[in-house]
């Protein structure tokens, strides 16, 4: 099997650099053979490495220890669902994982693209197989996943505790595919670029790219966010790590990409600010890859240390000129159709909600990276931790969660002051009616009660946009309210689905502003002793200890400690937080002890319990005990982002087709064209 | 007819010799390799609160010190770093990770030193000079360096949104003039075709969508 493996990711290495010298040599323009080949060549890559794929699972299902992967990422006593993750759970698995499924992408680029942008899709292959051949390049130089051991060992490794959730099932593979699929806009971009085809063409040909990328990165990020709160235990969900970081930096400027574009389908503007941050966001997407995988940066989330990362920041500096390059001998021919005409208008709205986005993009790659420029000018050493970020970058967020409310309520081209009147007086009662009630509770943390009130004021600003846009068509139509909201809805996909991502955005502000009254106590506890603690709401829990129950499970050694929780006087039941030695089918230990933290959680708070060690191998105990308010909300947050994502991309549903749109310029809407029917 | 099962079967015989080398191999008694029941040590049963193999719950703890100042003694410890590599602060590491043998060792200095009298900053102070600036969870915003870092981003941000607010501002009379320059609107009742009002509408819906 490692023998086949290997043979496929040689055959797609070859094909990979046919395709690329093919494309980029323009020998297919005007020879559909040659045009035809390119395209094949694809699919031909994704076969190879299908196979390459199947036979790494193999080689994991059939516990082949001779295979350095299997034997370093998996045991005969592992349960089958981690075999099966075991995939990606090592780097040289993940980047066959990236590889297999970035040619899948591409090849459904292929199929899916419609005819009208045949003349991208040469191109397009090119820049899909050039990604592709860098990655079967590691592999082969630097990590191959086939590699063969001198001997046998009778048993693996085992995967790595913290590894073995259900969260990370999903959780790095969501991430993957955003990552992944972010090469196809870029593949777009360029190919837009290289062929001098420079309208909207490209734009409307991978629109629905740019949303499963943004997609995935955001349910991958949330995920992460599930699984690091579950799974480290360390009582939070988001540490600024830098690998969390990594993942974010992508998912902003493709963020901040998905509303510029709209300037440039509507107005002709920002075609140059577009380009760049396509080929920024993946140029990000590569550096986040990087970050993890070379070592550079401390991270709980790194791979074991390789040289892989100079491969990465070779082929990043090489993209980056390219590409930028690429883009300024095209610069002339990326003129504004129209100018801006205000600064009160929702094209400089979105300018500024770009700017923010961008800027907390680079406030964050400026702190993942500012130890290391730190080090380098003072020959310190810094730790640049949670207060560092938060501290820069939570005001930048409350000023992006102000423009969230802001954008929808300017109108284009130029707000006059009635129609700003009209628009903000709801919103603005509404953040002041949050504000006071705030007060009147006594809530005086700065950043919170700043977060809260622009959340009631963004939540007004999204209320008013379905209310009107409700009211409107049961004038215009005379449709009950359920109905005309289903249609406003179902019409107009992208503008209400994308509401419907502001309503998430500002979920998550007001539960990140809840874990800024957490509350936390460590306490040792005998069996029978209690520790009492107030949450932010006025319940009052109390904690006591039942004891430690030892036993075996499949593959590891528990040491279960047992909580009885009441509140307000109120037994709740009881809650137990596990310390687990994970060992080999001989059972030996594998790895050290891990903690599965208890929780139970509801609207207002979550209970979490940390089992963090016995005082001298006796049943006395060392807890911590958590309050964590709103933590419920992040998950249903992020539940309420992918439905709204998945609203924006579903097919149909608008009035007219995306690609009977034309560029406008200004508002000369009207006569557009009247002369030549 | 029901069969009752042997004794001892062939995978199980075979898999307690195999265990039986392995665990005088590692040196692990034969309860630890799993071979016997389960047992439980709940409190009342066994020996009264032990565990009955401390080995596998990691580094044994101490009891925590209970002290008036425990909410000052946990701020502090939330803004130094723990040297074991974790990324965490020091309350939380000593509190999550209990094979880290750095975070109890730092605590212990932290009690120390506000035993001596010392307040918070002096606290922060003194484990910078002993340990370097890498001991704070943030660097200190003073000094052109870490001023940079904490400053930059928002002066960028600040500067490109005044800078890009004076362009428009700047283009504006631009484009005054070119609009007046442009084909004047229609007068008010000229006649419009059905056919242009539905264009209209249409072109409408494109924008407002």
Known sequence: MTLLGQFALWAAFALGLWCVLLSFSGRWQGRPDLSASVVRSIYAISGCLLVASLALWKGLISHDFNMEYVAAYTSRNLPNAYIFSAFWAGQKGSLLFWAVVLSLFASAAQLLTSRRFAYLMPYVAGVTAAVITFFVSVMIFAADPFERLAFTPADGRGLNPQLQNVGMIIHPPMLYLGYISLTIPFAFAMAALLSRRLDTGWIHAMRKWTLVSWLFLAIGITLGMWWAYVELGWGGYW????????????????????????IQ??????KRWNFSLVIGTFLLSIFGTFITRSGVIASVHSFTQSNVGYFFLAFLVIVAVLSFTLLYTRWDLLEADVRLESVVSREAAFLFNNLLLVGIAFSVLWGTLFPILSELVRGTKITVGVPFFNRVNVPLGLLLLGLTGVGPLIAWRKASTANLQRQFIAPVISGLITLGALLAVGVR??????ALS???FVAGTIVQEFYRGVRARRRMHG???????????GRNRRRYGGYIVHVAVLIYFVAFAGMAFKREQEATLKPGDSVEMTS????????THMGISQYEALNRIVSAATVEVAKDGKSLGLMTSEKRQHVDSFKRPTFEPSTEVGIRSNLQEDVYIVYAGSVDGTEEAVYRFNINPLVWWVWFGGFVLALGGVLTMWPGGGPTSSVSRQVQAGYEVTLVGAGKD | MHRSPPALSRRHFLLLGVSSAAASLVGQPLAAAGLQAPQDSLSGRGAAGTLRDPSVVGRPRQPTAIRGDEAEIQAIEQRLACSCGCTLDVFTCRTTDFTCTYSPDLHREVLALRDEGKNAQEILDAFVSKYGEKALMAPKPEGVINLTGYLLPGALIAAAGAGLALFITRRKAAVAAVTASATPPLPMGAHVSAEELERLRRALADIED
């Not at chain 1, 990594?246 to 901040?256: D, G, K, Q, Y």
């Not at chain 1, 943390?445 to 700043?450: C, E, I, N, P, R």
């Open chain 1, 239 to 262: 540490a600024w790590d830098p690998v969390e970081n990594a993942s974010l930096l992508p998912w902003l400027t493709m963020t901040a990409f998905l509303h510029s574009v709209m």
């Open chain 1, 265 to 270: 389908e509507k107005r002709g503007m920002l």
């Open chain 1, 445 to 450: 943390d700065f950043y919170a009660t700043v």
């Open chain 1, 454 to 456: 622009l959340a009631g």
């Open chain 1, 479 to 489: 449709e009950s309210i359920p109905l005309a909201f289903g249609r406003l809805i």
């Open chain 1, 536 to 543: 932010p709401f006025g319940h009052r829990y109390r904690f």
